[in-house]
């Protein structure tokens, strides 16, 4: 069976995210579940609506994905996470969700760590191609190289 996935976050990132994911994966919309934690939203409220879309997800296994360590959407996954039959992950970014639902029918422990190098994998500076960061040619005229 697979692994449920609920992602809980500041409003609209949990939507969006499960938005980008079922463009990739659109088999997954009952297995991947999103609430959005808005400023106005009381901590009792939203920890019941965590609870209820847990149970939603009708499966023995949940991985929980939030924002931020620390906020109110991955404070209120902390009072609804077990560890056991439910882990929590924060720091949620789309490469780590993809992983995820790719490999949502491992074991919940595997799951955990493939969320953990998904998301750590894909996070790299870019090399720019812009003019001004490739090599000067011999026949340049200005050869002054100036650093700093």
Known sequence: MN???????????????????????PEAAVGVLALDVGAADSTDTTQQAARALLAQLGTDNALVLTDVFGATPCNVAQKVVDGVHSKLVAGVNLPMLLRTVNYRQEPLDVLVARALSGGAQCIMQVAVTAPQNQNRKSHDKNQHDHHQ
Do not use: E, K, N
Request: with cysteine; proline share 4%; hydrophobic share 55%.
């Open 3 to 25: 692994t449920g996935i609920l992602i809980i976050a500041h409003a609209p990132l949990a939507s969006a995210l499960r938005d980008c994911v079922l463009h990739v994966y």
